[in-house]
């Protein structure tokens, strides 16, 4: 049970900080160069779906390394693109339930669905803001 804490929170963890690096990343690029509100909008929704894909290979990695360490299984057999497809599904909160974890692994997909519904949070957000500032702007 520590060790899921344990590998939950470093998932956590390193999820936020990409994922508010590639925002923040991206935010800088766009204020030092004009481009327009649609251009704006867009670069910003491209980065964070690929953010979300990044943060959920990052996921997967950690349900393979808590497997590897005995803190639980899929009740389908499960390869690693199978795993991949539970936590995209998961980090967007959808959650399909065609494979689920068993055991100490179910933490994991909890924390994955709470960071993802926070992480969509923050990128609606950022696009907001730039939405925003290009309406002001324009005016």
């Known amino acids: ?5 344990i590998i939950s929170l470093c998932a956590l963890s ?8 590639n925002l923040s990343s991206v935010a800088r690029y766009l204020d030092r160069h004009s481009i327009g509100p649609s251009g704006r909008t ?6 964070a779906v690929i953010s979300q894909a990044v943060i ?3 996921f997967a990695g950690a349900y393979w390394l808590g497997e590897t360490a005995g803190l639980g299984t899929f009740k389908s057999p499960a390869e690693f693109a ?13 959650g399909l339930g065609s494979i689920e ?8 997909a909890g ?6 519904f926070l992480l969509i949070s923050c990128s609606a957000s950022h696009v907001f803001k730039s939405m ?8």
């Open 1 to 5: 049970m520590v060790l899921a804490i």
């Open 14 to 21: 390193i999820a936020v900080i990409v994922h508010l690096f």
């Open 42 to 47: 867009f670069i910003f929704v491209v980065v």
């Open 56 to 58: 959920a290979l990052l």
């Open 82 to 94: 199978d795993i991949f497809y539970f936590s995209l599904t998961t980090i967007t909160t959808l």
């Open 101 to 108: 974890p068993t055991a100490n692994l179910r933490m994991l």
């Open 111 to 116: 924390v994955e669905s709470a960071t993802g």
């Open 132 to 139: 925003a500032q290009n309406s002001f702007s324009s005016n």
